[in-house]
């Protein structure tokens, strides 16, 4: 671990800008499941697509009844060591940005400012019209869901969905542009815990590292994308992160 974070320190004492690019891994040490691998969500329920929202009550229904029963457990847990180690650093002038693959809101609840995290696949804490995009608060939905009603828009009668990106549906083009541009100009493009195989997202190191930047990627098992990156590591993230503001 002392080398691990030794290397890692070094690249980020080096750099100035630094976009943080976050996937299930990081938060797999709050006790979220990630959505793959055996015990993962997609192991224990099939993913509701997105034309089977929009074209389906029955569908809407289903998908509205795991919100509020939370089987997928993307809600209501608590940032990590490594959670607080990215927000430190955002506090501390290293971190531009945090792209982050994942939807539990768990950068913004552990102190990163809400413009400065990038969620290219949305935020399961609240919804949004598909229409005219007013959000929601979930609680403030509970008792339409409880009422067995197809939960629309009060103002534009819209379909109303979790502000999650679900299979099927058009990954945010504002997020995807911001996520870009923030590759390309960043000098370190740090990866933790995504296994970067969910594209258009896992193509952002590869532009940092064409644009110039160096690549670090910290995940439990092997990446596509190691034979490029300037160090891999094979950490638990919170320890790691951890050990690394203590260096810097």
């Known amino acids: 671990m002392s080398q691990a974070a030794d290397a890692l320190a070094s690249l980020i004492s080096h750099a100035n800008r630094i976009v943080v690019f976050t996937g299930a891994g990081i938060s797999t040490e709050s006790g979220i499941p990630d959505f793959r691998s055996p015990g993962g969500v997609w192991s224990k329920m099939q993913p509701i697509y997105f034309q089977d929202f929009v074209n389906s009550r029955d569908k809407r229904r289903e998908a509205w009844t795991r919100v509020f029963n939370k089987t997928a457990g993307w809600t209501g847990a608590e940032p990590n060591a490594g959670h607080y180690a990215v927000a430190r650093l955002v506090e501390r002038g290293k971190v531009s940005s945090v792209v982050t693959q994942n939807v539990d809101n768990l950068h913004q609840a552990s102190g990163v400012p809400d413009k400065q995290v990038i969620e290219v696949h949305g935020n399961a804490s609240y919804a949004k019209c598909l229409k005219c995009g007013k959000r929601y608060e979930l ?70 590292k064409r644009a110039g930047a160096a690549v670090a990627i910290v995940n439990r098992e092997d990446t596509d994308h190691d034979t490029y990156a300037d160090l891999v590591l094979h950490e638990e993230i919170g320890p790691l992160m951890t050990s690394v503001l203590e260096r810097l």
């Open 139 to 208: 609680e403030d939905l509970r008792h339409r869901w409880e009422a067995d009603e197809d939960i629309t828009c009060i103002f534009c009668t819209g379909l109303v969905k979790t502000a999650t990106i679900s299979f099927g549906q058009a990954m945010p083009e504002d997020e995807m542009n911001r996520a870009m541009e923030e590759a390309v100009t960043c000098d370190l493009f740090l990866v933790l815990g995504s296994s970067l195989v969910v594209y258009p997202a896992a193509e952002l190191p590869i532009m940092a």
